[in-house]
């Protein structure tokens, strides 16, 4: 109804053009007439009604709740009827606003000034002695300087309670225990300086900023990653990590907010920004130039990023999984009575070299703690977990130092060629994570160096026969993160971050030594096989086709041809022969173009009882057979001679030896110096049987000429052309294969010693120094050399 008045009487005022002017005097309103009688001006004061405002009675008035009141004036020359249809209608219209009253929305009150509670705690102790409201003072107390405060609080609920405007408390924590150093309390001119916290923290009290911040951090990227603990209702300790990580999203986060909780939040983030936004700015600042302080390290480290640790073949990489702990900060000294920058010295210790009474200088070591993961390894790759320490060592407590400096420190700040060290690393840990024969080249702790040693890697068997130590390394690893079995049954390794993090070390067996070791993974390297060194055999042609059809069958071969399935599927060749005619080079040649680990054993290392014999040619060949080995057994003799009934021991040796050749399906070479008979049982299980002569002319000048070329090939210091022109020479000396190549070791050895290359005249040296004791042997049996009495002998 009241709309409806309202509209007639609009569009009676319209058709009349009238102006009309509010008066501020008067509530019920009054009129002016002009000289002719009719009424020229109407005054009146605005009404208070429900829903006046813009678009209310005449599209006029303005309401009056928000704005107060307000006086509008506008003019016009009336018909007096006009005059009395208006003031039926404001009596109209004033019922109704009497009527609507009852249900009339009130005015809400004014929002408060919501502000934060600072409060200064006096901590004694470990627990909080003392809680104020006012900044504390220094006051010269009976034994020094002591703090102090007013306004002590009580009750921190009851102020709160009476208090809703606010919204969160800031907590300034004081160590009254503490002796401080007089420049810590007093400056240069004798003032009292304003007391700093050691401990600062802020609690959200309000429970519409909780809600806000609620909302505002789920608003951030990978929020959850980085603080998975984090909850708005616990207290969030300075520097204030989760704000500073959240800086570069704020206006992202704000967006979802309402207006109140935009503002809440706003003041909240102005105060951090204000006192701790000058720090994170530093802090990138130096952080964008490699360095770093310890005011600063807080915000060196996040969760996910890889950290390195230590240098070389030890350096190790990890991922953080926590942000940075702050454990000590020390120095190693007292300090004397100096200000501000003035360095550190020490009353009872000086540096090496430095006067009797000179004082050392003094520094500051600070430390913190960062929980971290790296792969450990033992068959199966486990994510072990380990707080990792680091170390700042600083003359000056503000000093900066580098950032790669640090003993630990994110992986983004090193040289590009640690990442690529570590990346080589992961791809060979990857392929060594089953079997691998790889080179080695290193040095042991008990002095033993490596150049180039056949290694091979596998860790499961290394376990099996260390069970204590595997089960030392299970306790150590947290289960549930493996990598999965069918992920390394892939050959290609993992990618990203995940391939820096394996371990620096595996366990290797040395082929030649027999024995475990601790490798350092940068230091292993593929193998390099030899395959061009089967063409330099000094044997016959026809003879070395056949060595290489046998060995290129077995390698293709997937099934024994005997009716038994792995029983004599092997290859088992006999090489005989006099000492230095080549039997071992063979062996070695055949492992090198096979691309096979070559496993030697001797038969002293087997024993000769028939028990032991057994138990260790058994361990021998299955290592033989897991690792894929050319098993080399070298002087076979023992066990290869031909049973007699008057000799038990040496039957029960043969025996067991053909029992475990039977069921050996690897290569296995057997060396033997032995030109007589052999055991008849042999030759069913023997493939392939060369008799070795001794060199003749021919033959020694293409094994002198085999190294000379080998010693090229390596660029080593050597005068061919003087070597080539005594050839002939050097074939007409008498000397075996092995003795071709200690004469030639001995005689470069001997020209790095005169610093000249290595040529004829040094080689002839060395064969004539041999050669004496060569003679005194000979004169002891009796003018004949070995090579003429065993010629006898065959007679």
Wanted: with cysteine; net charge negative.
């Amino acid at each position: 109804m009241q709309d409806a008045h309202t509209a007639a009487a609009a569009n009676e005022v319209a058709s009349q053009k009238i102006r009309y002017q509010s008066d501020t005097s008067s509530r019920d309103g009054s009129t002016e007439l002009d000289n002719s009688g009719n009424v020229e001006i109407v005054r009146f004061k605005q009404p208070s009604v429900v829903g006046s405002g813009e678009g209310s009675l005449f599209g006029l008035y303005e309401d009056t709740t928000r704005q107060g009141r307000r006086t509008q004036e506008t003019s016009r020359r009336v018909d007096p009827t006009i005059f009395k249809r208006l003031r039926e209608l404001e009596d109209e219209n004033e019922r109704l606003r009497e009527r609507e009253s009852a249900w009339e929305v009130p005015k809400p009150p004014p929002l408060p000034s919501y502000r934060p509670l600072v409060l200064h705690n006096f901590v004694e102790d470990s627990r909080i002695s003392g809680t104020y409201l006012d900044d504390p003072q220094w006051q010269q107390g009976a034994h020094g300087p002591e703090l102090s405060a007013g306004r002590s609080l009580r009750n921190i609920e009851d102020y709160l309670d009476r208090h809703p405007e606010v919204i969160y408390i800031l907590h300034k924590d004081y160590d009254i225990n503490r002796r401080f150093d007089d420049s810590e309390v007093v400056d240069k001119d004798g003032v009292f300086r304003t007391p700093k916290p050691f401990r600062e923290s802020i609690s959200l009290t309000s429970d519409l900023l909780l809600d806000a911040m609620e909302i505002f951090f789920k608003s951030i990227p990978d929020f959850d990653f980085y603080f998975p603990q984090f909850r708005v209702e616990d207290e969030i300790a300075a520097p204030y990590l989760p704000f500073y990580y959240a800086l570069p999203y704020l206006e992202v986060a704000m967006a979802p907010l309402e207006e109140l909780h935009r503002k809440l939040v706003r003041i909240l983030t102005n105060s951090i920004l204000n006192s701790h936004g000058e720090d994170y700015t530093k802090a990138k600042n130096l952080f964008d130039r490699g360095r770093v302080s310890q005011r600063y390290m807080q915000y060196l480290i996040r969760p996910g990023d890889v950290l390195v640790e230590g240098s070389g073949p030890m350096k190790q990489a990890f991922v953080a999984k926590s942000w940075l702990t702050e454990h000590t900060r020390g120095n190693g000294g007292v300090r004397r009575e100096d200000y501000a920058d003035e360095p550190y010295t020490m009353k009872s210790r000086r540096e090496k070299g430095s006067k009797i009474g000179a004082p050392e200088i003094m520094y500051f070591v600070f430390s913190w703690s960062v929980k971290a993961w790296q792969w450990s390894y033992n068959g199966s790759f486990h994510q072990s977990s380990a707080r990792r320490s680091i170390y700042m060592k600083v003359t000056f407590e503000n000093d900066e130092v580098d950032i790669k400096d640090l003993n630990v420190f994110p992986l983004m700040y090193a040289d590009r060629k640690i990442r690529q060290e570590l990346e080589l690393r992961g791809k060979m840990f990857w392929k060594c994570r089953f079997k691998h024969i790889v080179s080695y080249t290193g040095s042991q702790d008990d002095g033993l160096i490596f150049n180039d040693a056949r290694h091979m890697i596998d860790t499961a068997t290394y376990n099996k026969l260390h069970i204590g130590k595997l089960q030392s390394i299970e306790a150590a690893v947290d289960r549930p993160a493996d990598i999965t079995p069918e992920r390394m049954a892939v050959n290609d390794p993992i990618v990203g971050n995940d391939l820096l993090l394996f371990p620096p070390k595996m366990m290797g067996y040395n082929l030649h030594a027999k024995r475990w070791y601790e490798l350092y993974v940068d230091q292993m390297k593929d193998v390099d096989w030899n395959t061009q060194a089967f063409k330099t055999l000094v044997m016959a042609e026809d003879t070395k086709e056949l060595i290489l059809a046998l060995v290129e069958n077995q390698l293709e071969a997937k099934k024994s041809t005997d009716l038994i399935s792995g029983k004599g599927s092997g290859l088992i060749v006999l090489l005989h022969g006099g000492p230095g005619t080549g039997k071992t080079f063979t062996a070695e040649s055949v492992a090198e173009i096979a691309k096979k680990p070559l496993y030697r054993i001797t038969c002293g290392e087997v024993g000769t009882d028939p028990l032991i014999v057994e138990k260790r040619l058994t361990a021998i060949l299955h290592l033989g057979k897991i690792w894929d080995c050319v098993v080399l057994l070298d002087e076979a003799d023992v066990f290869l001679e031909e049973r007699d009934l008057r000799d038990v021991h040496r039957n029960a040796l043969v025996s067991v030896f053909l029992h475990v050749l039977e069921y050996y399906d690897g290569i296995l070479i057997l060396t033997s110096n032995l030109v007589g008979a052999f055991d008849e049982a042999f030759k069913s299980r023997i493939q392939l049987v060369l008799h070795y002569k001794d060199l003749n002319e021919p033959q020694r000048r293409k094994v002198w000429r085999n190294f000379i070329n080998r010693l090229k090939e390596l660029g080593e210091a050597i005068d061919s052309e003087d070597l080539e022109d005594h050839l002939a020479m050097l074939g007409k000396e008498e000397l075996n294969g092995r003795q071709i190549r200690n004469a030639i070791t001995t005689a470069r050895q001997l020209a790095k010693y005169k610093k000249r290359p290595l040529c004829y005249d040094h080689l002839k040296h060395v064969i004539t120094v041999s050669s004496q004791f060569e003679q005194y042997m000979k004169d002891l049996k009796g003018g004949q050399t070995d090579r003429e009495r065993k010629k006898l002998d065959e007679i």
